[in-house]
């Protein structure tokens, strides 16, 4: 079953905007990461914020963490065509000294030139 | 580039065969495991192999299984198959205890 919600499925936006996803999970998580694919194929590794940390920057992402909410954002700021893709958000569930990630329902995002 | 390879890329199969899709996992990686996306969902995790056992599994029924290697490298076999295992099966590796995991570029399964 999934983890949860990615809102909004599917985002247009013109090159040069800046692009907000969202996730919501339901159970208490140790991590929080958000990946990349591109269609339909492997899923690129973007970046991972911990429990613990409310904000976290990669280049042009910042992901934002509100465990009271049980939710997280992703924003990809001053987008690219290269950018369109789908986007996940994914929590780590502990597992005999190992972790399963459980994966949201995905965000497309077309980057019009 | 992940470093982690499948195979085949595509493949086309009718109700009622078994398939056997490949993986093999970036250098160093221990740990492999075995995820299913239906078309517009999100990936779901199938099992997990480490040192050759499985280490998790979905909820996946038993005609899927797994193997993995002492090479780390590692298959998924779905038995019985039937229309609804039509979908990306990707694979990823990954160190014992690491959260990141490697994803390799997915199989894409077709069931007729």
């Known amino acids: 079953s999934q983890q949860g919600e990615e809102d909004p499925q599917a985002l247009s936006i013109q090159e040069g905007e800046n692009a907000t996803m969202n996730c919501s999970y339901k159970t208490s998580i140790n991590n929080l990461q958000w990946y990349r694919q591109n269609s339909g194929r492997g899923l690129v590794h973007l970046i991972l914020i911990r429990s613990n940390e409310r904000e976290k920057h990669s280049g042009r992402l910042r992901v934002t963490l509100d465990t009271s909410k049980k939710s997280s954002s992703l924003l990809i700021t001053a987008s690219r065509a290269a950018d369109t893709a789908s986007y996940f958000c994914?929590?780590?569930?502990?597992?005999?000294?190992?972790?399963?990630?459980?994966f949201g329902s995905g965000t497309r995002l077309l980057v019009r030139p | 580039e992940t470093g982690v390879t499948q195979s085949p890329t595509h493949l086309i199969k009718t109700r009622g065969q078994q398939v056997t899709l490949r993986c093999s996992s970036q250098s160093g990686h221990n740990t492999v495991s075995w995820y299913q996306q239906a078309l517009g969902q999100g990936p779901q995790f199938i099992f997990q192999y480490y040192r050759e056992e499985e280490n998790g599994r979905g909820n996946f029924p038993p005609r899927f299984s797994g193997l993995q290697f002492p090479n780390y490298s590692s298959e998924l076999n779905v038995n019985a198959l039937e229309l609804d295992d039509s979908a990306l099966y990707l694979c990823a590796s990954s160190l014992r205890g690491a959260n990141e995991q490697f994803f390799g570029p997915g199989t894409r399964l077709t069931v007729l």
């Open positions: 994914a929590t780590d569930v502990s597992m005999d000294s190992s972790y399963k990630l459980i």
